[in-house]
């Protein structure tokens, strides 16, 4: 299918789906799709976004960073942006602070990072020897619940989860801890993730020697190393989050709990033509 063709179906379910997701699934670029939208004239969805930064940061001249924004828009707009938009919108538009800043080193804190083990080989010959693992973000009426996994690609099944309203270093242990509790594991186990703060920290490296567990990291820059965690991450919010507005926490936290019960133990996965349950408790 040519680039073009791809941009127009994008288009037509812009408000359907995010764009990155469909952007990501068509392996097309989001700068592709928004020149794509230039050269046919239509308004760019970020454009009221980028307005409401704009005046934000008029007030003192570009002094403020993406967490401030994000702060003034839920403060003075009462609106609910995910951090993440916010900043690629202020780099779209060229609204990214003006202000340099010192680097910042926590005392006491150690960045650990750790070599490309899974090298994006998804295959897995037994249960709990490959895991992968990252933190998605839920939107509510009431800000943004935020989601941990742990999934196993043996069969693709998830072994843990938890939820914060808060993205902590605290929320990715307990994470490792439920998934430990719950399962046995026999031989060497890989836990693969991004390079996000959890996953450098300290802690996690404290955590993951005291389980014997290995960890395994992506690369900088390189998404689709940890493609089997936002795999599931998309195929959750398209059959779930997207078709509803989620209005408080509790009822984010009672649809996680319902389509993670669904997906392992009762959704088909065509590969295998069973569940993820199904497939875990076939003899080896």
Same mark, same amino acid.
């Given at each position: !299918? ?19 997701? *469909?952007?990501? %699934? ?34 003192? =001249? ?27 919108? !202020? ?88 998934? !430990? ?12 993730? #991004?390079? =996000? ?19 395994? !990291? ?6 689709? #190393?940890?493609? *089997? ?19 408080? %926490? ?7 709990? #319902? ?17 993820? %349950? ?7």
């Amino acid at each position: !299918m040519k680039p073009r063709l791809k941009y127009q179906i994008i288009h037509t379910f812009v408000k359907k789906y995010p764009v990155s997701d *469909m952007c990501r %699934f068509f392996e097309v670029s989001r700068s592709g799709y928004y020149a794509f939208l230039d050269r046919k004239g239509c308004p760019d969805k970020d454009q009221p976004l980028a307005e409401l930064i704009q005046e934000c940061q008029s007030k003192r =001249g570009k002094i403020h960073g993406y967490r401030y924004v994000h702060l003034w828009l839920a403060r003075q707009k009462h609106l609910q942006y995910n951090p993440k938009t916010v900043l690629r919108v !202020m780099r779209k538009y060229d609204l990214l602070s003006e202000i340099r800043r010192k680097k910042y080193h926590p005392c006491g804190e150690q960045l650990h990072r750790y070599a490309n083990l899974l090298n994006r080989n998804f295959k897995a010959e037994h249960p709990n020897s490959k895991w992968v693992t990252d933190i998605s973000y839920i939107p509510t009426q009431q800000g943004f619940l935020y989601l941990s996994v742990i999934r196993d690609l043996f069969d693709n099944s998830i072994v843990a989860y938890k939820t914060s309203r808060q993205q902590t270093i605290a929320l990715v242990l307990d994470t490792i801890r439920s998934a !430990m509790e719950k399962e046995s594991v026999a031989g060497e186990l890989h836990l693969h993730s #991004d390079q =996000g703060f959890q996953y450098t920290s300290q802690a996690y490296f404290n955590l993951t020697k005291e389980y014997g567990i290995t960890p395994s !990291m992506s690369r900088r820059g390189n998404p689709y #190393d940890n493609a *089997m965690a936002e795999n599931f991450f998309s195929i959750f919010k398209t059959e779930c989050i997207y078709r509803q507005t989620i209005q408080t %926490f509790d009822q984010a936290e009672v649809l996680i709990d #319902d389509y993670i019960h669904f997906y392992n133990f009762e959704r088909l996965q065509l590969k295998y033509r069973l569940t993820p %349950f199904e497939k875990r408790c076939q003899p080896a």
